[in-house]
């Protein structure tokens, strides 16, 4: 064994250093001594961890260890919890569709302003709109009240007000403005669903899916 070794089998445990280390401290004058500096700081270390325990101090400790721990798993649970509703919302939702999303803010924060400037309008020119659109305005649909033309998605919106058996509607009638497939979203509390007809899209929003349904069947009817 040289220097290098014995040094490392010192620090590794200087109370029981082995046969080989006790013989070459024997031969070592130096590695003599750093064996006895060595046992001395242990002694010293050994010293300071002998400090008495109160009674009771161990459960106390584990009492609150065990604590610690539950509120630990707890957090845990609640994170993981937590991470796998994002990623449900994240993965399994369906994504808003931009026009369907442009309908409800619309809904939201302009029509009050449309419907307080609205002007006396013309019922035929909305019938015909809708004939050309491939769409029906059925007595069936609910009360409608047409408010007036409004710009959506860069075209031309026909802005009409529904009163249906399970809730208001607003419906949005777009002429020539194509739409590839059926889309919605849903924002502030509402639902909107954007559907492709004959000649552009409608757009229809309220708080009752069932109500954009029936609203929906109603009109394509046509």
């Known amino acids: 064994m040289n220097c290098l070794e014995f ?22 004058p130096p590695c003599k001594e750093f064996l ?11 010293a300071g961890l002998r400090v008495p325990v109160s009674e009771g101090l161990p459960a106390r400790v ?13 957090w845990a649970l609640a994170a993981s919890l937590l991470i796998a509703v994002a990623i ?7 994504r808003s569709d ?4 442009a309908s409800i803010e619309f809904v ?10 609205a002007r006396p309008t013309d019922w035929n020119a909305l019938a015909r709109v809708a004939r050309e659109m491939g769409l029906s305005l059925p007595q069936q649909l609910g009360t409608m009240r047409y408010i007036c033309v409004y710009p959506l998605a860069g075209k031309a ?3 009409l007000l529904v009163s249906t058996p399970l809730g208001k509607l607003t419906v949005l009638l777009v002429p020539e403005q194509p739409l590839p497939a059926r889309a919605a979203a849903a924002a502030h509390g509402l639902e909107a669903a954007v559907v ?4 552009g899209f409608v757009a229809i929003v309220g708080a009752s899916p069932r109500s954009i349904a029936r609203a929906e069947g109603l009109l394509r009817s046509g």
């Open 7 to 28: 040094r490392r089998a010192i620090l590794a445990d200087p109370r029981r250093p082995g046969p080989g280390a006790a013989a070459h401290a024997e031969q070592c």
């Open 36 to 46: 006895f500096r060595t046992l001395e700081e242990e002694a010293v270390l050994d």
């Open 62 to 74: 584990f009492y609150r260890w065990t604590a610690l721990r539950r509120r630990v798993v707890g």
């Open 88 to 94: 449900a919302v994240l993965v399994g939702a369906p």
């Open 98 to 101: 931009p026009v369907a999303l």
């Open 108 to 117: 939201v924060y302009e029509e009050a302003q449309t419907i307080a400037e």
């Open 157 to 159: 919106a026909h802005h």
């Open 196 to 199: 492709p007809a004959a000649k």
